[in-house]
């Protein structure tokens, strides 16, 4: 492809590659010295010509961050909190890009109203709030859960009171009641303030025991270092109302660092819950207001066998 001067249009921005810039920079080259001057890998000018092009695609690689820098998909670091407040958004303490691009993914989608969509995505996309889930009873009469007539009832993990309040105000349909065991103050656009409820969520803790067997190669301190982190992490991540699969754990553990999932063998996964029987090995149930969690200290526990 031929040498083009840089440009953005519709498509988006368009800049020339090192190997355009350099052979536009020989073709001036020789129409100064010559057709006939020697251009060859080894002549200094030729190398002089190869630096003088790749100071030219540093400083191109420097636009296109630049200009990606304003697209919160791929902006990162301070670039991306500079775009967070026109999405009403700022980042919490060590929350990640990714987490932050999610946010305002739900944001852009709460700008809609009135449908259930919107609404939990506004509340997703609330000061503080790390989920949320809602339910929604469109009966005549109080639900399974509690919830009355023609009302809806949302379950945040985090938030402030109020920033989940305005969200649930602000996009719930007129005439449609707030259900749930927390409150927080919404203010409408005369300055009326409203009561709205939700509920925050319940830990359901756990004590997760992985039994591992080292192999020929295998070190327990790596293994643990890789494996306790990857689990725990997997455990966090884990939605509100979302069962955990106790099998899936196996994966986890091997996928944890690939390099020396071959050194170890998870021979056993087992789950215990306070005020809960015996072991869990398959499926750990989660209720409706509920974030399944390890305990704190002693929640996973990794023993070698």
């Not at 100064?32 to 020697?38: H, L, M, T």
């Not at 989920?131 to 929604?136: H, K, S």
């Not at 920033?163 to 300055?191: F, L, M, R």
Request: glycine share 8%; hydrophobic share 45%.
């Amino acid at each position: 492809m031929a040498y083009f001067a840089p440009y953005i249009d519709a498509a988006g921005i368009h800049l020339p590659t090192y190997e355009d810039r350099l052979e536009e920079l020989t073709a001036a080259y020789r129409s100064i010295f010559g057709i006939e001057a020697d251009l060859s890998a080894s002549v200094p000018d030729y190398q002089l010509l190869s630096v003088f092009a790749k100071a030219l695609d540093d400083v191109s690689a420097l636009m296109l961050q630049a200009y990606n820098s304003r697209n919160p998909a791929y902006a990162t670091g301070q670039a991306l909190d500079l775009l967070l407040p026109q999405y009403g958004i700022t980042r919490e303490a060590g929350e990640t890009d990714a987490s932050v691009r999610d946010r305002i993914r739900h944001s852009l989608a709460g700008r809609g109203s009135g449908t259930a969509d919107a609404l939990l995505a506004a509340v997703k996309a609330a000061r503080g709030v790390r989920d949320a889930v809602m339910y929604i009873n469109e009966t005549d009469s109080t639900d399974s859960i509690g919830i009355p007539a023609h009302s809806i009832a949302v379950v945040t993990r985090a938030g402030g009171a109020n920033a989940v309040a305005q969200a649930i105000y602000d996009k719930k349909a007129p005439g449609i009641g707030t259900w749930g065991s927390n409150s927080g103050i919404a203010t409408d656009a005369e300055g009326r303030e409203h009561t709205v409820a939700f509920t925050r969520f319940t830990e359901k803790r756990i004590f997760l025991h992985l039994y591992i067997r080292v192999v020929e190669g295998g070190n327990q301190e790596t293994i643990q270092n890789a494996v306790l982190p990857a689990v725990t992490e997997y455990l966090d991540s884990l939605g509100l109302t979302v069962s955990l699969n106790v099998p899936q754990l196996y994966g986890v553990a091997y996928a944890a660092d690939p390099s020396i999932a071959k050194t170890f063998v998870v021979t056993d996964v087992q789950v215990s819950v306070p005020g809960v029987s015996g072991v869990i090995r398959d499926l750990v149930p989660c209720a409706w207001n509920e974030k399944i969690s390890a305990a704190p200290g002693t929640g996973i526990t990794i023993h070698f066998v």
